[in-house]
Every structure is written in C-alpha cells, then in structure tokens.
C-alpha cells in the first residue's frame, strides 16, 4: 500500500461518498487545522499506509517478545505454566488470560478437538497480556536471571522497568492501528519504530537486524501528502532536478546536441516556440532526424544545417507541467492515467512556485 494501486482521483461525489461511509467524528482529526475535505482525505489515506507499514515490525515484535517471555517463564517455573500461571495475576491479567482460555476450549469442544495445549494459549493471548506481565504487580516474577532469560542484550543497569515502558508504547501504538484511529499526526514515526527495534534487540540483535532492513515505515513517513500532490510519493522537491539547457529554435543542431548531451535527462528546452508556450526536443529525435536525412540523401548529414526547429517539427514531444511541490506519484499519474484513452505526454517540465522551469522528466517505457 505504499503507492495506490493505479491513480484515480478523489471526485467530489467520491469525498461525499467515504465522508458519509466513515462518518465526520472519524475523519474530524484528519481536518484539523485546514478543513481541506480533499486533503483530509489523502492524510487517512496516508495513515492507513503508515499503519499497514508498522504492521510487520509490530508482529515482529510481539511473536518474539511473547515467545521470549514464555521460554523465560517455561524455564523458571514448566512448560505448560501459562495454562495455569504459578503466580498471581492481577485482575486484568486474569480477565484476559480466562477469555482467551474459554475462547479456546469452546472451540475445541465445538469442533471434537483435544483440550488446547501452551502453544494454542500462547498464541491467543493478546499483547495487552504480555506487556502487563511487566508491570509492577509482577516485580517479583522478574528476578535478574530470569530477565536476562528473556532479554539476554538487557544493557547493565536496566530492568523490568525498562522493558515495561518500551512493550507499553509497543502496545499502545498496536492497539491504535488495530482500531483504526489516527497515528499519522504523531510526527516523529523514526522514534516509534525504534521503541519497536529496541524491545526486539533487547531478545535478537540479528532479528533487529532483519527487521530494520525490511521495515517500510520510514519509505512511507517520508513522503506525507501535501495540498500540491495528488498521489503517494517522494517530493519532487526532495529530487536531484536538473534545469534542463535552453536553446532557440534556430540554434544549429550540432550545439543542441552537445546541450542535451550534458543535460539529465536529455532533453533541451526552447522557451518559447514560435509565439506560444514552451516546446521540447530529445537526443532521441535528434537521431532520428539525423537518420531520416541520411536516407533521404544517401549520404553524411551536416548537423549545422539542421536546427532545433526541424527536430520539434519532425518529432513533436509532447508536454505537460507539474508543480515542484508536487509528488512522484503525480508524475506517474500523468504519464499512466488510468483512461487509457487519455494523452500521456512524453516529458513534464517541473516549475517552482514562482513558474520557473527547475526540471524535466521523460517518461518511462514502463510503469515500475
């Protein structure tokens, strides 16, 4: 979900449509500060994939701290001690832990199935059970060896106070993006992925490891949506732009080549084309008209009796314009719309918010 699965615009009568399905409580927090109804739309869209994005490192995190957990506790007291803990659980601790017990045996009895074994309640314990194990009430379950147990990389001078703070904003974040609500607004994403990254290297520093690596979190975080995009993306702004060289239509060939051929992308610009708006030539057309003339004589062409304007008239590039403030995902909109009966244009200038060109961009053969 780090990019829409094809580009479609929010019409109205969509807005109206998910505002009436969602209701105006949920998407309240979503207008807050600007009453962009269109806006308010693209930041749930962004909270949606900056929760699917923190879905792997938390499941990460929670299988491994509640299997940590239980080797720990199978070690100190049996293997089979969560089906009945050996040490007092508090009351919410215990409404938990019946529930899911009951759930579990109703479904056995349901389905003719043998009673359900430590792994069956293991697994159905839910992380509010796990990360209250370490709260107060259970000081005297955690002494230091069986800690380190759980937590063998516990740097020296740390406790269960510690590992309780981190599995507590582990939960709470979990809990938020299990029931839907808003995390988008909590600015500083890196530091909640690394509460997540640093209970699990508290158990695993190569599990850390791997799950840094294939963390998208930060992908996702770093390009919010802004009233200047339309679709997810990196900031064209954020981009290694280049100002594209500007030649005059009569210019002589050979010199526009040399041009494009130091230019990113390969494109010259002539500023204004016989009167009207900007038109755009490539090395790629540049060689092709090279080669028309070739054929066409029979013979070697002299590029300085060719000019900019014969490769614009012979192969027109097609242009559109987009904002700087703009996305990476509005760029691909354009150049892959939806309709297919729609015009792609072959380049997008990019221009700053005072209309000057900073940049172009060819289209891909491809949408990757």
């Not at 239980?70 to 089979?80: H, K, P, Q, R, V």
């Not at 955690?142 to 939960?171: I, S």
């Not at 280049?242 to 230019?263: F, G, H, Y």
């Amino acid at each position: 979900m780090a990019e829409s699965q094809e580009f479609a615009a929010l019409t109205p009568a969509t807005i109206t449509a998910v505002e009436s399905a969602l209701s105006q409580p949920r998407l309240t927090p979503y207008l807050a500060g600007h009453g962009n109804r269109e806006y308010a739309l693209r930041l749930y869209l962004w909270n949606g994939r900056l929760s699917k994005a923190f879905l792997f490192p938390l499941g990460i995190c929670e299988i491994a701290t509640r299997n940590a957990v239980n080797s720990a506790l199978s070690m100190a007291y049996s293997s089979d001690w969560v089906l009945a803990p050996p040490f007092q659980l508090n009351q919410f601790s215990a409404q938990s832990h019946s529930r899911a017990l009951d759930r579990l045996n109703r479904f056995a009895a349901r389905h003719n199935l043998p009673p359900p074994g430590p792994n069956d309640l293991i697994a159905a314990l839910t992380f509010d059970f796990w990360s209250n194990l370490f709260r107060e009430d259970y000081d005297h379950v955690w002494p230091a060896n069986v800690l380190a147990t759980a937590f063998p990389n516990l740097p020296a001078g740390m406790g269960r106070k510690d590992v309780q703070r981190r599995a507590a904003e582990v939960n709470d974040l979990r809990n938020r993006i299990a029931h839907h609500e808003p995390i988008h607004d909590r600015q500083d994403h890196g530091a909640r992925l690394n509460v997540i990254l640093d209970l699990i290297g508290l158990i695993s520093q190569p599990v850390r490891d791997f799950t840094r690596r294939h963390s998208t979190v930060m992908t996702v975080a770093r390009v919010p949506p802004t009233r200047y995009s339309s679709f997810p993306g990196r900031p064209l702004a954020q981009m290694n732009l280049r100002t594209p060289p500007l030649v005059l239509a009569d210019d002589q060939l050979d010199n526009v080549i040399r041009a494009m051929r130091a230019a990113r992308p390969e494109l010259a610009l002539i500023e204004t084309y016989d009167g009207a708006g900007p038109a755009a030539l490539t090395t790629t057309g540049a060689l092709a008209l090279t080669a028309d003339r070739a054929a066409m004589i029979g013979g070697m062409v002299d590029l300085s009796e060719l000019t900019a304007r014969d490769v614009v008239e012979a192969y027109p590039v097609s242009l559109a314009e987009i904002d700087v403030r703009a996305s990476s995902g509005d760029v691909m909109a354009l150049f892959f719309p939806p309709d297919a009966t729609a015009s792609r244009p072959t380049a997008i200038l990019v221009r700053s918010a005072t209309g000057k060109v900073v940049g172009a961009i060819l289209r891909p053969e491809v949408r990757l």
